[in-house]
């Protein structure tokens, strides 16, 4: 399993920005699709984005369209999040995961520990 570790998270006023990582110490992070999840009190987690690990293309839940950006940049072995023009809904921990393509289809090798991000009004 990877180990994986989510920083950046904190408290910010609506309409500020964080920026998350999500680290490994994997010689092959490079290898991995990387998913950012969020999980808010009472709520299900949801997927908020990931980043290919083929082409560096890219998907976004619609919530956070033209706010958050995800990027890696080969060998750093981290992928960012980040979240401009925050509001209060996006308040949640916040999630990491990687998966790996293997045979046709993707499995998950690990996830991290969460960072909190809390919004306020």
């Known amino acids: 399993e990877v180990q994986l570790v989510e920083s950046g998270g904190g408290l910010v006023q609506a309409g500020g920005s964080l920026r998350l990582s999500c680290a490994a110490s994997?010689?092959?992070?490079?290898?991995?699709?990387i998913g950012w999840f969020r999980q808010a009190p009472g709520k299900e987690r949801e997927g908020v984005s990931c980043?290919?690990?083929?082409?560096?293309?890219?998907y976004y839940t619609d919530s956070v369209k033209g706010r958050f950006t995800i990027s890696r940049a080969a060998g750093q072995n981290t992928v960012w999040l980040q979240m401009n023009s925050l509001k209060p809904e996006d308040t949640a921990v916040y999630y990491c995961?990687?998966?790996?393509?293997?045979?046709?289809?993707?499995?998950?090798?690990?996830w991290g520990q969460g960072t909190q991000v809390t919004v306020s009004s």
């Open positions: 980043i290919s690990s083929f082409d560096g293309s890219t």
């Open positions: 995961k990687a998966d790996v393509y293997v045979t046709g289809r993707y499995s998950t090798v690990g």
């Open positions: 994997e010689s092959t992070f490079d290898d991995y699709a």
